[in-house]
């Protein structure tokens, strides 16, 4: 199994509500990681986890909460989120934090 | 601050052309990879260069790195309107916390 699947695949949530986004390899890859892209922008890193341990928070607001119950899962978890939290969020995972990472397809997240 | 600047912004060839994309960084890097993103959807690795490589082929592809200059060109030989996409530069750096940090991007149009 050679890619990287994240569900759902497009998420409508209101500012109240609390939803969560899901990743999930099976390459063995030992560094996982959460992207934020905007339209016609390039992806903006939010969480690297390394052997399950966060390793890098690029200061992102406590409303986008990360979890790595496993080496193969990733979990974002969203509360209380802004319409200007509305993007596509990728998923990548990498054998380690200096190699070529996979990504996912992401999840189109709009917030209403 | 951006660490990869690719120029030019965008670009629009017929078929059958070749395609050569730049990049440019300022700080050191572990490697320079390059990445295809089709229309809202998940990056695909194309080619890592290592900072002590110079030249890299893979298929249609071929990666030039020149540490000197920093900076960094993509060249897709024999075009096809299946490469239209968005192309990103992103470089590691060294350090145990390094994460990969993109250019803004290239807006491929092959016209067939």
């Known amino acids: 199994d050679t890619e990287v699947t994240q569900t759902p695949k497009h998420l409508v949530m209101g500012m109240t509500n609390k939803k969560s986004l899901k990743c999930e390899q099976h390459?063995?890859?030992?560094?996982m990681y959460w992207y934020k892209q905007k339209a016609k922008k390039p992806p903006e890193l939010m969480f690297v986890y390394s052997y399950e341990k966060l390793s890098i928070n690029e200061s992102v607001p406590s409303r986008f909460s990360p979890e790595c119950p496993n080496s193969s899962l990733l979990n974002l978890h969203l509360h209380a989120l802004q319409p200007e939290d509305s993007a596509l969020y990728l998923c990548?995972?990498?054998?380690?934090?200096?190699?070529?990472?996979?990504f996912g397809p992401g999840t189109r997240l709009t917030v209403l | 601050s951006q660490q990869g600047e690719e120029d030019p912004q965008a670009l629009s060839i017929q078929e059958g052309e070749n395609a050569t994309m730049n990049c440019s960084y300022k700080t050191s890097i572990n490697n320079l990879q390059w990445y295809r993103q089709n229309s809202g959807r998940g990056l695909v690795h194309l080619i890592l260069i290592r900072s002590n490589e110079r030249e890299k082929h893979s298929g249609r592809l071929r990666v030039t790195l020149d540490t000197s200059k920093k900076s960094s060109s993509l060249l897709i030989t024999a075009s096809r309107a299946a490469d239209t996409a968005s192309y990103f530069c992103a470089t590691d750096a060294p350090g145990a916390n390094s994460k990969l940090t993109f250019g803004k991007g290239i807006t491929l149009s092959v016209r067939p």
């Open positions: 990548a995972s990498s054998f380690g934090t200096h190699n070529e990472q996979f």
């Open positions: 390459m063995g890859h030992r560094a």
